[in-house]
């Protein structure tokens, strides 16, 4: 890649008496137009519609400020109102043959996508699958001979390294920004998955899901993320590193899905106080802070205070460490671990099992009744998603599913959008999939009680499926 060298004078420099250090000879500046003018072709704007159903009472119009408005807004019959909203996204070509890479945020819940080259061809594009423990989407497009990226090697990528964003910023295609690595392996709050490349290139809303490359022009990652306080970009952003999203791709392409391993332990940061009262002279590897009765931890000794050092061999330096590790390795897998216990190692055989997508951290958003006749949710007219965890907090729930939309059934038992799912049948709830089973187990005809926190009360609501579900 060609580079500009800014010559200083050196003669002035020592005509002023100073010397001339080795690094100030020539000062070095990028130049990205090459790599631009090569791999930019490969760059792709995404275009979602997503069609959004609400359940609104209505003022007559005219009667806004009427004193029998807030009456109308009470009591007035519930309509479902349907209207069409647009996200922004951006993408890369993967293969010649339409594969395209994107954030899983970008197409999340869309019911169509467009693809826009940049000869600015259009593609409706099909979702192969996506990850949202990742946030990686894979698209399909029906078209050959398309421009493709080169990937790199997250591995050789260092910090303070050059690298150059294109995306779509706010919609404006094709756009260029610069900046450098600032740090790799970074954790984010709830994301337990990735270990992303901090950089200061500028990216803003639109940017989601485009390429971030390094000074070779390959593909080093995916850009996802911004630190914001004001919803622009601040110069702090994060991409998803290129080895992990294709790994994740490869899977989707071949099973629509993404395989991962778990041990049943919960973990938690390793301080240099707890270190030593373990006997160790550093914080690293992954404190096992609880284990999951009967679950592969478990049956393989491991217990509560355990460090885990190292699986297969390959070193844990954080507590974070371990579950990005497990979720590479295909479940039913035997891993070696090396245990820190009693001030002295020990070895541990775990065999894995899947990892569920039950985290409402990461796992799939949103739960809709529009997409399979088998779906429990069709009988019920409901959508919803999982509660943030800082909201589930917030209201003293360790687990809830927050109504987007309210439909047929739903709307008759009186849920109204913003609810709060927090029990079913008479039990808390503690996943998606336990809501799914207990409307799949009603028989026809009869109702199942659902417990629902709104505006900070709790009440009960009988919801009756139109039909048997399974």
């Known amino acids: ?55 609104v009472r ?71 699958g996506s990850d949202a423990r990742t946030d990686v989407a894979l698209l399909k497009i029906n078209a050959a001979n398309l421009p493709v990226v080169k990937l790199g090697d997250t591995e050789k990528l260092k910090v303070g390294e050059w690298v150059l964003a294109i995306g779509s910023p706010f919609g404006f295609d094709s756009t260029v920004t610069s900046g450098i690595v600032s740090a790799k392996g970074r954790q984010l709050p709830d994301e337990s998955y990735v270990p992303f490349i901090q950089t200061d290139a500028a990216i803003n809303p639109g940017n989601s899901g485009g390429p971030l490359f390094n000074m070779a022009g390959e593909v080093v990652g995916i850009n996802s993320q911004i630190y914001s306080r004001s919803g622009g970009f601040m110069g702090i952003s994060f991409a998803i590193p290129i080895d992990v999203a294709v790994d994740v791709a490869n899977q989707l392409k071949k099973d629509g899905k993404v395989s991962r391993s778990r041990i049943g332990v919960s973990i938690q940061e390793f301080s240099r106080e707890l270190a030593a009262s373990f006997g160790l002279k550093e914080p690293q590897g992954a404190l096992i802070a609880s284990v999951e009765k009967g679950g592969p931890a478990d049956l393989a000794g491991m217990r509560a205070g355990d460090v885990v050092q190292k699986v297969n061999g390959q070193n844990i330096v954080a507590s974070s460490d371990l579950p990005r590790l497990m979720a590479s390795i295909k479940p ?65 729930i360790k687990f809830g599913l927050q109504v987007r939309q309210v439909a047929g059934p739903a709307e008759k038992a009186g849920i109204m959008v913003g609810d709060v799912i927090v029990g079913v049948a008479g039990n808390d709830l503690v996943s998606a999939k336990q809501l799914q089973d207990a409307l799949a187990a009603t028989p026809k005809g009869q109702s199942v009680a659902m417990r629902l926190l709104r505006q900070d009360e709790s009440i009960f609501v009988a919801l009756v499926p139109e039909k048997k579900v399974r």
């Open 332 to 396: 039913g897998s035997k891993v070696d671990m090396q245990v820190w216990r009693n001030r002295a190692v020990v070895r541990v055989n775990v065999v894995t099992t899947a990892l569920q997508d039950e985290d409402p951290r990461t796992a799939e958003r949103a739960y809709h009744g529009n997409q399979a006749d088998t779906n429990p949710m069709n009988a019920t007219g409901l959508s919803v998603q999982v509660l943030p965890p800082q909201l589930a907090q917030r209201l003293g």
């Open 58 to 128: 209505e003022v007559p119009e005219g009667m806004q400020n009427d004193p029998f408005a807030e009456f109308f807004r009470r009591f007035a019959p519930p309509q479902l109102k349907e209207y069409r909203t647009g996200g922004l996204g951006s993408g890369f070509v993967l293969s010649q043959d339409g594969y395209v890479l994107t954030n899983a945020h970008v197409v999340a819940e869309a019911d169509e996508m467009i693809v826009t080259l940049k000869d600015k061809r259009e593609f409706k594009a099909k979702l192969v």
């Open 1 to 55: 890649m060609p580079f500009k060298k800014l010559a200083l004078c050196s003669a002035l420099l020592f005509a002023l008496g100073g010397a001339v250090p080795a690094f100030a000879a020539a000062v070095v500046l990028p130049d990205f137009t090459q790599l631009v003018e090569e791999q930019g072709k490969a760059v792709v704007n995404i275009r979602t519609v997503q069609t959004v159903r609400q359940v």
